[in-house]
């Protein structure tokens, strides 16, 4: 009998946390606004609040867009460019963006999307969100090291990337390896990103991979960087090694 009461005291407090979720999504200022314009999701702002910042884009550009549904992003962007666009689910048509649906850990996926070459990089990936904030960390940790691998094959020199992150243990350390990689380096959580939810977004501009290929030629150039970025640096040589 207790186990029923708590069962049903748990159900109506989710079903309460739902009604709020709801109440709260559709008086949301960012959320009318995708309606009024026609945008797949207020994730759309996300992007938008970014490049307005950063300057990540231009008229005409190669873009990549990694995590794309349902496809704010892609709409945004391929107002200007021409855009291959990733995601597990289905994403509906949108003109100028080829759309790929599969998984990005994927090594028939990353062979695909090998063949071209981006100015731009965007991921937006993210996990389905358990609640367990160390876990979801963890999990969208290795989701930007794949980004990251994918940058190092397709990224042309001094080219951007964007990637959504969310706050953990070992936030820091993922940003000061990121950072390597580019001439600029940023932490964004641009206005629309809720203030209660963890996520942030890295900026980088100026790609370049000449670390991997020092590395490559020469392990011994790893021992200048911090014990826990050598292991970061070592295990993207594996994945590069693995997917080559
Ligand atoms: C926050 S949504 C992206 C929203 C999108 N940027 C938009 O504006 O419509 C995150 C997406 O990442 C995708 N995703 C997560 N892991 C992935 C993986 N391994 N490969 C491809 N897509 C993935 C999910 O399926 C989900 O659709």
């Known amino acids: 009998?207790?186990?029923?009461?708590q069962l049903y005291s748990l159900s109506v407090s989710s079903q309460k946390k739902?009604?709020?979720?709801?109440?709260?999504?559709i008086n949301d200022f960012y959320v009318k606004e995708s309606k009024r314009l026609q945008l797949r999701s207020r994730a759309a702002f996300k992007l938008m609040q970014i490049n307005e910042k950063y300057q990540i884009y231009k008229q005409n550009q190669q873009i990549l867009d990694l995590g794309?549904?349902?496809g704010s992003w892609s709409q945004v962007v391929s107002e200007k460019c021409n855009v291959v666009a990733i995601d597990l689910l289905e994403v509906s048509p949108i003109q100028n963006v080829k759309f790929i649906q599969g998984d990005i850990m994927d090594k028939q996926i990353m062979n695909q999307i090998r063949q071209f070459k981006f100015d731009v990089i965007l991921s937006d990936m993210a996990p389905n969100v358990s609640g367990e904030h160390e876990a979801d960390?963890?999990?969208?940790?290795?989701?930007?090291?794949?980004?990251?691998?994918l940058s190092s094959f397709t990224l042309k020199t001094n080219g951007n990337l964007v990637?959504?992150?969310?706050?953990g243990s070992e936030e820091k350390l993922n940003y000061d390896y990121f950072r390597l990689f580019f001439k600029e380096f940023h932490r964004e959580k641009?206005?629309?990103s809720k203030q209660e939810s963890s996520e942030l977004f890295y900026v980088g501009k100026g790609f370049s991979s000449d670390?991997?290929?020092d590395i490559l030629q020469n392990t011994e150039k790893l021992q200048i960087y911090p014990i826990k970025i050598q292991d970061r640096l070592k295990n993207l040589i594996i994945d590069y090694k693995m997917f080559e």
């Open 163 to 167: 990637m959504k992150t969310f706050v």
């Open 137 to 149: 960390h963890q999990e969208i940790s290795a989701l930007n090291q794949i980004a990251l691998l």
């Open 18 to 25: 739902t009604k709020r979720w709801y109440l709260e999504h």
């Open 190 to 192: 641009p206005l629309s």
């Open 211 to 213: 670390l991997i290929r």
């Open 1 to 5: 009998m207790l186990k029923f009461r």
């Open 68 to 70: 794309a549904a349902p």
